[in-house]
């Protein structure tokens, strides 16, 4: 729904024996609020090897969430952990796409 204020929620969950942090993502991913997740992977890539980003809960996802995933991919490569998304579907997987970040970040379901 347009006008979705953007939460962003961590929390660390067990897959497969190894811890990873969940960095779990609601309402509109755009140039106003995209700083809190920004924070929020940064945090995550600073303690933990693996972060997930869940964007299931994403209404509407802009250039400015690209960028920002863009940005956090690029900090976890240069840090060696690993930024994994899931949840992706609908306009966020398009522009996902059309900005060649399904071939850079990890799309787990």
């Known amino acids: 729904m347009p006008g979705s204020r953007l939460h962003v929620r961590s929390r660390h969950t067990w897959i497969g024996g190894f811890r990873i942090a969940v960095v779990q993502v609601s309402?509109?991913?755009?140039?106003?609020?995209?700083?809190?997740?920004?924070?929020?992977?940064?945090?995550?890539?600073?303690?933990?090897?693996?972060?997930r980003c869940d964007l299931s809960g994403v209404g509407f996802f802009g250039a400015a969430g690209a960028n920002t995933l863009?940005?956090?991919?690029?900090?976890?490569?240069?840090?060696?952990?690993?930024?994994?998304?899931?949840g992706v579907h609908g306009?966020?997987?398009?522009?996902?796409?059309?900005?060649?970040l399904d071939r850079v970040l990890p799309i787990v379901e």
């Open 27 to 51: 309402g509109d991913v755009d140039a106003d609020g995209v700083q809190v997740l920004r924070a929020a992977l940064l945090h995550a890539l600073g303690r933990d090897a693996v972060v």
């Open 91 to 100: 306009v966020t997987r398009r522009v996902l796409v059309i900005a060649g």
């Open 70 to 86: 863009a940005a956090a991919g690029l900090q976890a490569v240069e840090a060696g952990r690993r930024l994994e998304l899931c």
